[in-house]
C-alpha cells in the first residue's frame, strides 16, 4: 500500500473542492491580472491533484498522463499570458482588469 492510499480518498476530494473553490473566488473577485493567473493555476492543480488521487487509488497511470499534459498547457499558458500582461503593463502603467477595457475596439 503506498503512501497516498493510506489517506482515505474522501480527504483528497475535500482538498481538492477547497483549493478549486478558493481558486474560483479568486478569479471571480480579484481585479488584479496577475492573481487571476494565480487562481487559474490554484483550479488547474486542485484538479491536477485529484486525477493523481484516483489514478492511485485505482492502480491505472493514465490519471498521471493526463497530469503531465495538463501541467504542459498550464506552463504554456503562463508563459503566453504573462508575455502579453508585460505588454499590457507596458502601456498601460496597470495590471487592472478594468483598465484593460480600454482594448475594445
Not at 67 to 86: N, P, S, T, W
Request: with cysteine; hydrophobic share 60%; aromatic share 10%.
Amino acid at each position: 500500500m503506498s503512501a497516498i492510499q493510506t489517506i482515505h480518498i474522501n480527504h483528497y476530494i475535500l482538498l481538492s473542492t477547497v483549493l478549486f473553490c478558493i481558486g474560483v473566488m479568486g478569479v471571480l473577485f480579484r481585479r488584479n491580472a496577475i492573481i487571476i493567473f494565480m487562481s487559474v493555476e490554484l483550479m488547474l492543480n486542485a484538479v491536477n491533484l485529484l486525477l493523481v488521487a484516483f489514478s492511485s487509488y485505482w492502480n491505472d497511470p493514465a490519471g498521471q498522463v493526463f497530469v503531465f499534459f495538463v501541467m504542459v498547457v498550464a506552463a504554456a499558458e503562463v508563459a503566453v499570458g504573462l508575455a502579453i500582461l508585460v505588454m499590457i503593463y507596458r502601456n498601460t502603467g496597470s495590471t487592472d482588469i478594468d483598465v484593460m477595457n480600454k482594448l475594445k475596439g
